[in-house]
Structures are given as structure tokens and as C-alpha cells.
T-cell receptor
Framework: SAVISQKPSRDICQRGTSLTIQCQVD?????MFWYRQQPGQSLTLIAT?????????ESGFVIDKFPISRPNLTFSTLTVSNMSPEDSSIYLC??????????FGSGTRLTVV | AQSVTQLGSHVSVSEGALVLLRCNYSSSVPPYLFWYVQYPNQGLQLLLK??????LVKGINGFEAEFKKSETSFHLTKPSAHMSDAAEYFCAVVNSGAGSYQLTFGKGTKLSVIP
């Protein structure tokens, strides 16, 4: 299965600033997904990122707040913009290798103060 | 739309006892089903998956799950709990229909193992 390197693993940020999270995959994948896990909650899909096209955002998430880049088949970034304490969460990227066994990055634990 | 229900947000078992974590799903087409485990301050690790074929699926760390279509269930079991099993467990579903690759997660079940 694919191996994902996600960074940073954690960060503490000031409100009003932005943080870019990176995910690097060790193989080419068509689809990458970005999730948010708020404290004590399950995972919520933010968007699906395909190489060469605009990301598809889920209801409640907008591109201005969570811009995503997907420059090639092994890399993607998620930016959390103009952060507020409500953005404090774990952010995870994931890839879909085909028939199943979605692989997740180790997550970025974000605290906004 | 697909959905997942995990019964019990918190389950406690004694070390050596049976672990049973419940998961029911709804899906309009044959689903692919997954169980993930999340240890504190870590990402998600795949325990096991069901796509097609044998309905009893064996995973890592001694866990297994059985897909029961008639009950729309995919419960996770382990015969004997170990202290290291303490973690949060997520059941997830994806529709096998073409063009649909989105994972939908349950709310999670936190497993505590009592010495």
C-alpha cells in the first residue's frame, strides 16, 4: 500500500495567520483526500483533490478558507487560511489506491491561539 | 447516500475478554467496508477491509469482522483483549459504484481495556 509523508506533524499558530500542510505519497495516485478531525470527533471530508483539476469541496468547506494544490500525482497541499481557534483540529490526507485500503497520513495537529 | 452507525461511543472490556465493536451501514449499492484504529496522537491505521468475496475478514493484531448483508452490519471482534488495544476505532464505508470513492466514517468507538 502507499506510504504518505505528512508535515508538519503539529503546529501552534496565531489567529489570523495561515498554515500549509503537505502530503507526499511514495507512488502515483489519482485521488487524494483531505479530512478534518475536530477534537473528540470523527473524520469529516474537506475536499477531493485530483491532479490537473480544481479540488471538489464538501458542503461547509470553501476554497477561500481551505485552498488546495495538486501539482502532480504524488503531492498535495492544504492551506488553512485566516485561522481562528475553531480551526484547531487534526488534518489528515488520504489516498485511494483503487479497490480499497485507503491509506492515511499521520496527521497534522493544529492548535490556533 | 451512504452512512455508518457505530453503537457505543465508549466500550470498556477487561484484559483477556472478548472485544465486540458494532458497526451498521446503509448503502444503496454493495459497499466496501473498513475498520481503522487511531492510537492517541497518531493517524489512522487500517485494521481490515471487506470488498468482495469471503464475508469473514481477518485483519491485523488479531481482529476480524464479518460482513452480514442481511443485517447491514460489519462488527469488529477480537477474542481476547490486550492492553495495547486501547484506542479509538472507526468504521467506514465507500460505495462500490463507479465514480464514488469517498469514505464515510462512523463517529468512532473508544475502547478501554481494564487490567
Amino acid at each position: 500500500s502507499a506510504v504518505i509523508s505528512q508535515k508538519p506533524s503539529r503546529d501552534i499558530c496565531q489567529r489570523g495567520t495561515s498554515l500549509t500542510i503537505q502530503c507526499q505519497v511514495d507512488s502515483q495516485v489519482t485521488m487524494m483526500f483531505w479530512y478534518r478531525q475536530q477534537p473528540g470527533q470523527s473524520l469529516t471530508l474537506i475536499a477531493t483533490a485530483n491532479q490537473g483539476s480544481e479540488a471538489t469541496y464538501e458542503s461547509g468547506f470553501v476554497i477561500d478558507k481551505f485552498p488546495i494544490s495538486r501539482p502532480n500525482l504524488t503531492f498535495s497541499t492544504l492551506t488553512v487560511s485566516n485561522m481562528s481557534p475553531e480551526d484547531s483540529s487534526i488534518y489528515l490526507c488520504s489516498v485511494a489506491p483503487g479497490a480499497g485500503g485507503y491509506t492515511f497520513g499521520s496527521g497534522t495537529r493544529l492548535t490556533v491561539v | 447516500a451512504q452512512s455508518v452507525t457505530q453503537l457505543g461511543s465508549h466500550v470498556s472490556v477487561s484484559e483477556g475478554a472478548l472485544v465486540l465493536l458494532r458497526c451498521n451501514y446503509s448503502s444503496s449499492v454493495p459497499p466496501y467496508l473498513f475498520w481503522y484504529v487511531q492510537y492517541p496522537n497518531q493517524g489512522l491505521q487500517l485494521l481490515l477491509k471487506y470488498t468482495t468475496g469471503a464475508t469473514l475478514v481477518k485483519g491485523i493484531n488479531g481482529f476480524e469482522a464479518e460482513f452480514k448483508k442481511s443485517e447491514t452490519s460489519f462488527h469488529l471482534t477480537k477474542p481476547s483483549a490486550h492492553m495495547s488495544d486501547a484506542a479509538e476505532y472507526f468504521c467506514a464505508v465507500v460505495n462500490s459504484g463507479a465514480g464514488s470513492y469517498q469514505l464515510t466514517f462512523g463517529k468512532g468507538t473508544k475502547l478501554s481495556v481494564i487490567p
